[in-house]
């Protein structure tokens, strides 16, 4: 078993990687060169990224984890090598922020003859069932500045006094 890491989850206690045994898993990083030209990044911030994943890729060497780090052009040729040297893997990965990307992640690692579990992403301070309860039955046009006003109540932060800022 693998833990898929995105440059946006370099967290060692939350998700997949909480608990993780370094005796018995994998820890593979994406370094994609086509994700830095999807959009018009600051050269800082894109050097700022890539080095805080080879910094927590050291981390984790350094406390035991075996750490596949891919230097590739996309997401699917990084998949293609991993999936060349642990042909069958299955992996795990916390859901990434952005809609859509789980779904596209398990339709790329499937067609390499993996497997891919999706699990709930802990580093947002509500979860995704919160939201949809929230939701209910409301009708349009939906302003998610009250859902937050609301979250703030419930969790204490961003407060002044009993008001949200």
Same mark, same amino acid.
């Given at each position: /078993?693998?833990?898929?890491?995105?440059?946006?989850?370099?967290?060692?206690?939350?998700? #997949?990687?909480?608990?993780?045994?370094?005796?018995?898993? !994998?820890?593979?990083?994406?370094?994609? !060169?086509?994700?830095?030209?999807? $959009?018009?990044?600051?050269?800082? $911030?894109?050097?700022?990224?890539?080095?805080?994943?080879?910094?927590?890729? +050291?981390?984790? !060497?350094?406390?035991?984890?075996?750490?596949?780090?891919?230097?590739?052009?996309?997401?699917?040729?990084?998949?293609?090598?991993?999936?060349?040297?642990? #042909?069958? +893997?299955?992996?795990?990965?916390?859901?990434?922020?952005?809609?859509?990307?789980?779904?596209?992640? !398990?339709?790329?690692?499937?067609?390499?003859?993996?497997? &891919?579990?999706? &699990?709930?992403?802990?580093?947002?301070?509500?979860?995704?069932?919160?939201?949809?309860?929230?939701?209910?039955?409301?009708? #349009?046009?939906?302003?998610?500045?009250?859902?937050?006003?609301?979250?703030?109540?419930?969790?204490?932060? &961003? /407060?002044?006094?009993?008001?949200? &800022?």
């Amino acid at each position: /078993m693998t833990v898929l890491v995105l440059g946006d989850q370099l967290a060692r206690d939350h998700g #997949p990687l909480a608990g993780l045994d370094p005796c018995e898993e !994998r820890v593979l990083l994406f370094e994609a !060169r086509a994700f830095a030209r999807r $959009k018009p990044y600051h050269p800082h $911030k894109l050097t700022l990224v890539f080095s805080a994943m080879r910094h927590f890729r +050291d981390a984790l !060497r350094e406390a035991g984890h075996a750490v596949d780090y891919r230097q590739c052009e996309t997401f699917a040729d990084g998949l293609d090598a991993h999936f060349e040297a642990h #042909p069958g +893997d299955r992996l795990e990965m916390m859901r990434p922020a952005s809609f859509g990307a789980a779904d596209r992640m !398990r339709e790329l690692v499937e067609a390499r003859g993996g497997s &891919l579990a999706v &699990l709930d992403n802990d580093l947002f301070v509500t979860s995704r069932e919160q939201w949809a309860a929230w939701m209910g039955d409301r009708e #349009p046009p939906y302003r998610q500045e009250t859902f937050y006003r609301e979250a703030r109540r419930a969790t204490g932060y &961003l /407060m002044d006094g009993d008001e949200p &800022l």
